[in-house]
């Protein structure tokens, strides 16, 4: 399985951005998706994830409200909409896929993540 995120970039504090992920290698639809982000010198933390079919969806406190996440199983692809951004929300933006899991953790692939830096 493969993951390639993209969409990253500079924005201003209460912009908007969109990442998208493509899997490939193996049927997207088999998989529960996830993104995560990793602000500087923190640790990895979960923002959203999202189940196979795309009907149940979960995130984190700081997001909810303002992020979404979505999939296009015919397109093998993973979004995450992300509006009214913040300061706080800047790092590098992971997605994963899980294969047995919907959950916020235990996810088995990894994509190489894209920078979201906002600025104040």
């Known amino acids: 399985v493969q993951l390639q995120a993209s969409g990253g970039g500079l924005v201003q504090a209460g912009d908007s951005l969109r990442l998208s992920c493509v899997l490939s290698?193996?049927?997207?639809?088999?998989?529960?998706m996830g993104w995560f982000r990793q602000a500087p010198g923190k640790e990895r933390e979960f923002v959203a994830a999202?189940?196979?079919?795309?009907?149940?969806?979960y995130y984190a406190d700081s997001v909810k409200g303002r992020f979404t996440i979505s999939r296009d199983n015919a397109k093998n692809t993973l979004y995450l909409q992300m509006n009214s951004l913040k300061s706080e929300d800047t790092g590098v933006y992971y997605c994963?896929?899980?294969?047995?899991?919907?959950?916020?953790?235990?996810?088995?692939?990894w994509g190489q993540g894209t920078l979201v830096t906002v600025s104040s």
């Open positions: 994963a896929a899980n294969r047995h899991t919907f959950a916020t953790s235990g996810y088995d692939y």
């Open positions: 290698g193996r049927t997207f639809s088999s998989y529960a």
């Open positions: 999202i189940s196979w079919s795309g009907s149940n969806t």
